[in-house]
């Protein structure tokens, strides 16, 4: 269980909740243990249900606003109202990523343009305008933390990681240099490089039992990440125990990246 008061008194928000499997939901989990006040957001109505549901479940008064980070509109939104509920922003998580499915189904070079740029807007381009727009509030409250979520198919060819390899490290650069901008303000960017779960969105990668076998078989540890795992790991980069890490994937993989063939 995560130290209590790690982040008390933080305000965090938490994009990419989808459902009590989500890694966001985790990472949420372990802030809210760790004394920070959270918000979130929901993608579209088909969501807001989900989202409500595990919002309340930390506590009535739990915030949660519409986003669709492919319409700056609602982006513009969603931080004009976290501006007028608390005055600042000290941790911003992104848990987003998506291609169309086809994306994933064939083979890489078969990958059309409209599903390249879909995967790459949402999946690393949403950081870099959520990032934007959390800086004047992460700047009253005088520094801050963002982090994202990233895997090694951003390193090494996944087999049915496809497009969703190429957005990864996109997300991954992207993090450096957003880390390089917003250095001086004291707002650190970092990325969590977890390895596989159960999530909605990774079991639509093909073959994915197969990735979570091989997994288990050969990381140093032996055994597959949980959410908890990636909690934890989400809380350091949340308080000011990592104040001196920035631009920096963290691995939460069991050490799997370390392994050759």
Known sequence: ??????????????LGVANKRSIAWGIAQALH??????????????????VEELARSLGPDVPIYPCDVTRPAEIDALFASLEERWGRLDVLVHSLAYAPREALDGAFVDTRPEDW??????????LVA????????????????????????????????????????????????????LGPDGIRVNAISAGPIKTLAAMGVKGFSNILKVMEERAPLRRNVTQEDIGGAGLFLASDLS???????????????????
């Open 1 to 14: 269980m995560p130290a209590a008061g790690l982040v008390a008194g933080k305000k965090a928000l938490i």
């Open 33 to 50: 243990a760790g004394g920070a006040e959270l918000a979130f957001n929901y993608q579209n109505e088909r969501l807001r249900e989900n």
């Open 117 to 126: 740029d879909t995967a790459l807007q949402i999946s690393a381009y949403s």
């Open 130 to 181: 959520v990032a934007r727009r959390a800086r004047p509030l992460m700047q009253r409250a005088g520094g801050g933390s963002i982090f994202t979520m990233t895997y090694l198919g951003s390193e090494r060819a996944v087999q049915g990681y496809n497009v969703m390899g190429v957005a990864k490290a996109a997300l991954e650069a992207t993090v450096r240099y957003l880390a390089a901008d």
């Open 243 to 261: 104040r001196g890490i920035t631009g920096t994937v963290l691995f939460v993989d069991a050490g799997y990246h370390i392994m050759g063939v």
